[in-house]
């Protein structure tokens, strides 16, 4: 039972090393946290529409937090590979 978008609250990433044949298990990146309700569940939880690019071996990603302000979360491409999965949040 989802409150509206909520299923859009969280960020996760898939590799693919063979040019999208196969994808590894999605690893965890972020979640939306929120402290009140904004009034709409499509502004409650949003992760979605998230630009990019990558610099030197750094991702820079950039999302919106609650159509409020953006926010801008750095990785190392190489640390893509160590990202949870959801098994590994689950123990």
Request: with cysteine.
């Amino acid at each position: 039972m989802m409150d509206g978008m909520y299923d859009r609250g969280q960020l996760w990433a898939s590799l693919s090393t063979d040019w999208g044949r196969s994808w590894s298990e999605p690893g965890f990146l972020c979640t939306m946290a929120r402290q009140t309700d904004l009034g709409s569940p499509f502004r409650n939880y949003q992760c979605s529409y998230v630009d990019g690019f990558a610099d030197e071996g750094v991702l820079n990603l950039f999302m919106s937090q609650s159509w409020q302000r953006v926010l801008h979360m750095q990785i190392r491409e190489s640390e893509l590979n160590y990202l949870p999965t959801k098994h590994d949040l689950e123990v």
